[in-house]
């Protein structure tokens, strides 16, 4: 088991920055991947980022690509997500995710845990 604990949400103006991190514990030496997602009511679960230690690269959604920073400390086993020059519609839950076994990166299937996720609200 692996349990994740988001923090660092929050309600900001349209351009400003967060950091959200995503405390690790448990059985954390089993992930092969980090993963950033959204979500707002009524839509379903959006991929942001992705960090894999087996492939040693990040991924971003288009939407954020150029904005958002995903990198992790891991030494605390903490995953972060820096996002900068936000807009209106980034407002939604993030959640943080570990990828266990295999699968797209970008596929919320593909990962195994989940945290309880943090709001973050942009407003214009």
């Known amino acids: 088991q692996v349990q994740l604990v988001e923090s660092g949400g929050g309600l900001v103006q349209a351009g400003a920055s967060l950091r959200l991190s995503c405390a690790a514990s448990?059985?954390?030496?089993?992930?092969?991947?980090m993963a950033w997602f959204r979500q707002v009511p009524g839509k379903e679960r959006e991929f942001v980022a992705a960090?894999?230690?087996?492939?040693?690269?990040?991924l971003y959604s288009s939407s954020v690509k150029g904005r958002f920073t995903i990198s992790e400390d891991t030494a605390k086993n903490t995953v972060y997500l820096q996002m900068n020059s936000l807009k209106p519609e980034d407002t939604a839950v993030y959640y943080c995710?570990?990828?266990?076994?295999?699968?797209?990166?970008?596929?919320?299937?593909?990962?195994?845990?989940w945290g309880q996720g943090t709001q973050v609200t942009v407003s214009s």
């Open positions: 960090f894999s230690w087996s492939a040693g690269n990040t």
């Open positions: 995710a570990a990828r266990i076994y295999g699968g797209n990166y970008r596929y919320s299937e593909s990962y195994s845990y």
């Open positions: 448990g059985r954390t030496f089993t992930r092969n991947a």
